[in-house]
């Protein structure tokens, strides 16, 4: 039985500031993919699609954040090489990067298309060839326009089990609680917890 909830998510706040540190940027899947598509966050193949539109990256474990991080948007600019163009984009983290992201304190592994933005146009190739480059990062807040919240309800919910994805949330973008109530019966909200 579908019974009416209402959801409310509350976001950590956005902890980051106008000032840029150093971070350590690589690159995996195709050289203008979006990654994987089986992204540790949830996400799959929608990272290809509006909003992501293939500007994600994995996060190494200060990104990351056992998958608190999945959602965060980092404005990256890099500037340690002459195919950089020095000028930031915005990627979101969607997936956990691997054991190649330890060596840095803050590492993103960037899809290939987010890693080639940070280049000079027609230099992309080139930029991809330098392995681990130097990054410029700062957290900000995620504009998805219109949307406030998007989330999916999990095909294996039913009358005993409910669990939903949140896709993006506008602002912080990290989530910090998510709490359910069922719309007509009480007026308890109930947490979620994170799997």
């Known amino acids: 039985m ?5 959801i409310t998510i509350k ?4 902890t980051g500031g106008s ?6 940027a690589t690159f995996y899947g195709l050289p203008t993919g979006y990654g994987t598509d089986a992204g540790a966050c949830g996400y799959k193949n929608a990272v290809a699609q509006a909003p992501f539109s293939s500007m994600v990256s994995a996060g190494g474990p200060s990104l990351y954040k056992s998958g608190r991080g999945c959602g965060a948007c980092y404005q990256i600019k890099c500037t340690s090489n002459q195919a950089c163009s020095t000028n930031p984009v915005t990627a979101v983290i969607t997936d956990e990067c691997g054991q190649g992201c330890l060596t840095e304190s803050v590492h993103f592994d960037l899809s290939g298309t987010a890693f080639g933005a940070m280049a000079v146009p027609g230099q992309d190739s080139q930029l991809r060839t330098a392995g681990v480059l130097q990054i410029l990062y700062r957290k900000v ?3 998805y326009n219109s ?8 095909g294996g919910s039913n009358a005993y089990y409910f ?7 506008n602002g912080d973008g990290e989530i910090g609680l998510v709490e359910l109530k069922q719309a007509l019966d009480s007026d ?3 947490p979620m917890s994170h799997s």
Do not use: H, I, M
């Open 141 to 143: 807040e995620c504009n």
């Open 188 to 190: 308890t909200w109930l």
């Open 163 to 169: 669990a939903a994805l949140v896709e993006y949330v």
């Open 11 to 14: 976001s950590l706040g956005l």
């Open 19 to 24: 000032d840029w540190s150093l971070a350590g």
């Open 147 to 154: 949307e406030t919240v998007v989330f999916q309800v999990d």
């Open 2 to 6: 579908v019974r009416n909830f209402k």
